[in-house]
């Protein structure tokens, strides 16, 4: 059985900075008392060591608020050199609209440019519209060839989308579709995703990028792009991920490789986290369960 790992890497819009602010004010609020305790059970003597308690936890503080400035640091200089990158690869007309956060980073965005560069894609689909989509139509215009179908939940992002396509004259290229969150059946399980009647007539994928819905959405929020869309995606596919660093988005890759016969073509540590994957055939990949079943009807 094939499986990934997340790539082990601190991120610059770091996903855990909650959990770290609590760690702190639980360990403020821990040798707080127990100073506190110290003085008074210990007098003189206590007061020492609450001394150099408090000043352990102001080191620790110090400490890790440095190593995240290092790290987030470093991060920077990689997306200026990423964005310089990208600007060499590509031809753009007018500003590109702000990245990370929400938006793709540009380490992404160069990694998108790269793969339709080398793999010269004629149809691209896109879950989850935006700069993404303008990335998509400039590397295609590059090539020569192909045309982008991008999908979003909310109309507002679908405007927004079709602006910037036209902004920088992409809309021979780019369609965005408004694709509304609906309840979808997969293997009797339901789940929250594009209403697949506006991916009735999709055809002959070259590249997914899968990039939406969001993960508020719920738990593998992402996980029915590929059995909504496997079989209209021809053999030697590539299916391009964002956001791998996250848990959800490993354990969906996992559960997709289980399920479908991919090849893993590579996982990057990028910011956010980005893996690779190919269609190496066009039948699902059959379950241990559904294996045992067909066996024992045969005897």
Do not use: C
Request: aromatic share 8%.
């Amino acid at each position: 059985m094939t499986s990934i790992e997340r790539p082990k890497h601190i991120q610059a819009q770091d996903p855990h900075y909650a959990e770290f602010r609590k760690k702190m004010i639980n360990q403020w609020m821990l040798w707080s008392f127990v100073s506190l305790s110290g003085v008074v059970l210990l007098g003189g003597l206590g007061f020492v060591i609450a001394i150099l308690a408090m000043g352990w936890v102001l080191l620790q503080t110090a400490l890790n608020i440095y190593h995240r400035l290092q790290i987030e640091n470093f991060h920077h200089y990689r997306q200026l050199e990423s964005i310089a990158s990208l600007h060499a690869l590509i031809k753009i007309r007018q500003p590109l609209p702000p990245m990370r956060l929400w938006a793709i980073s540009p380490d992404f965005a160069l990694l998108v440019a790269t793969m339709i560069k080398e793999h010269r894609p004629k149809h691209i689909v896109e879950l989850g519209s935006g700069t993404s989509t303008v990335i998509s139509s400039y590397s295609l215009e590059l090539v020569g060839q192909g045309k982008v179908t991008s999908y979003d939940h909310q109309q507002e992002f679908v405007d927004t989308s079709r602006r910037m396509i036209k902004r920088h004259e992409l809309d021979t290229i780019a369609t965005i579709r408004h694709a509304p969150l609906t309840d979808v059946d997969i293997d009797s399980d339901d789940w929250r995703w594009y209403d697949l009647e506006m991916m009735s007539d999709l055809r002959d994928i070259d590249l997914l990028i899968v990039d939406g819905p969001p993960e508020v959405r719920g738990k593998l929020s992402r996980y029915p792009a590929l059995p909504a869309l496997f079989d209209q995606l021809r053999d030697g596919a590539i299916i391009l991920i964002d956001d791998v660093m996250r848990e959800a988005e490993t354990q969906m890759i996992n559960r997709w490789l289980d399920e479908f016969d991919l090849e893993v073509i590579e996982v990057i540590p990028n910011e956010k986290g980005a893996a690779v994957l190919k269609k190496t055939t066009t039948t699902p990949v059959k379950s241990s369960t559904e294996v045992t079943d067909e066996e024992s009807n045969a005897e």
